[in-house]
């Protein structure tokens, strides 16, 4: 079979379509992967017809096709090890009918006949070994990526992000380790130091011991389901702290430029990045906090808008967060149009992290030290330099030392007053000091 690209000018946009020589169809040409060889025995390439002559259809479907063989890669073990596992199958099942018979095929016949094939020979006189000792040889023993396969498979019902994390975390640690895969009895404590060492330089803390506890499940998953003996876990008890103290710096403030920048940026966005970041500069709140909010957390009291924080980082952020007069009529605008339990700003409070770290990495800095976080040293510097008592300050922005205030989860109408009052000075400061450039404040409208 003859296969021609389209007359049209190649293109990656076109990348493993093809048309069979006097054929109008288009079809799918992909050599096949190193890592799936075994499923796709004497082929060199992965063929099917796409089944139209239209280009954006043959796109569509070679998506499609591209995604599942993605997918195939994902869950593939090594070939070795596929091929030694069919073939500890076959034997085992052949010894099993010979019962001790010595006149039996399974002791008559050499490994090669009784399997009927030459391939993988290295793989038929390990399967040999281990069916007649029961103890598998170095280089087929169970992978990660046969304990992350069976993981998927038996918690389909996780959410994506869990799902997508640990699937992710897999591959950066044998990224890491050099290797497609890896057994499981091969990895080693020192591994793991290497691999901490390798990569705390550019993530934080948190997210290596995050990589830390998904490894040391897909472990404890292959013990569970009997892929290996029960043993210490390479990926358990690994200290820290020491990286925590020498790579935690204390959140540093935007610039006035990079403030004004960040919100041209969010002004810009079609979903909902300009009110949740003008909401986390003028209230302080953390990005999780705001996005977890409900239409139904809205107070309104006497003319004052409030947020009523139910849940946060520490018990200290069940507060009560008066809402400035900047933000009202946004905020008025969304609650005309939700229910009491939908999220006011709708949007994962993940999702709206993800989109600000990469645009501020992108197009703002790269220091770690300069986040949304921010926002609440910002807010704390204008309740100093408007002159807010610190109790107060604390109070509204979910400090430990707020919980000595008198106001409790929900202030009264004279005390959020006061709040008011507070949060309205802070924010002259903030327009002052960030959001004014040339004599003019610089504050896009918001969607």
């Known amino acids: 079979m003859v296969l021609l690209r389209s007359t049209k000018r190649y293109t990656l946009q076109d990348k493993y379509i093809v048309k069979k020589k006097g054929k109008d169809t288009y079809q799918f040409n992909m050599r096949v992967p190193k890592a799936l060889m075994h499923l796709y025995p004497h082929k060199t390439f992965i063929t099917r017809t796409l089944g139209t002559a239209c280009i954006k259809t043959a796109r569509i479907r070679r998506d499609r096709i591209v995604g599942e063989i993605a997918a195939q890669k994902e869950s593939a073990y090594s070939n070795e090890r596929v091929a030694f596992l069919a073939f500890v199958d076959t034997l085992k099942e052949a010894k099993q009918e010979a019962r001790g018979n010595r006149y039996e095929a399974y002791y008559q016949l050499s490994t090669q006949d009784l399997l009927d094939t030459d391939s993988f020979p290295k793989a038929q006189l390990a399967a040999s070994h281990s069916v007649e ?137 079609q979903n909902a990045m300009a009110d949740i970041t003008k909401v986390g500069l003028f209230t302080g709140m953390r990005i999780g906090e705001i996005c977890s909010l409900k239409a139904e957390d809205v107070h309104i009291e006497n003319d004052v808008m409030a947020f009523f924080i139910r849940k946060g980082k520490t018990n200290a952020a069940q507060r009560t967060v008066p809402v400035c007069n900047e933000l009202v009529p946004t905020i ?116």
């Not at 109790?391 to 205030?405: D, E, R, S, V």
């Not at 327009?431 to 450039?437: F, N």
Request: net charge positive.
């Open 133 to 269: 000792t029961g103890n598998i040889p170095e280089g087929y023993r169970p992978t990660i990526r046969e304990a992350l396969h069976s993981w998927l498979e038996r918690n389909t019902r996780r959410n994506a992000d869990t799902l997508s994390k640990i699937k992710t975390t897999t591959d950066k640690f044998l990224k890491c380790c050099g290797q497609f895969d890896i057994e499981l009895e091969s990895i080693h404590r020192k591994d793991v130091l290497n691999y901490i060492e390798l990569t705390i330089d550019s993530y934080s803390v948190s997210t290596v011991s995050g990589n830390l506890s998904r490894l040391r499940t897909l472990y404890k998953h292959a013990w569970q389901i009997g892929l290996i003996e029960q043993r210490p876990c390479p990926f358990s008890d690994h200290d820290l702290a020491y990286y925590k103290e020498s790579t935690t710096q204390k959140t540093q403030m935007f610039s006035a430029e990079e403030v004004q920048t960040i919100m041209l940026w969010a002004n810009s966005q």
């Open 332 to 447: 008025r605008k969304r609650l005309s149009i939700l229910e009491p339990e939908a999220l006011l700003f709708g949007m994962n409070g993940k999702q709206a992290s993800r989109d600000f770290s990469h645009f501020k990495i992108e197009s703002i800095t790269k220091d770690k030290t300069k986040r949304f976080h921010s926002f609440r040293v910002h807010m704390a510097t204008a309740f100093s330099r408007a002159g807010i008592d610190e109790l107060t300050a604390a109070f509204i922005l979910g400090h430990k030392g707020g919980k000595t205030m008198s106001y409790g989860y929900y202030a009264k109408a004279d005390e959020l007053q006061r709040l008011k009052e507070a949060t309205e000075k802070a924010v002259v400061v903030i327009k002052r000091d960030w959001l004014t450039h040339k004599g003019q404040t610089t504050m896009p409208e918001l969607t």
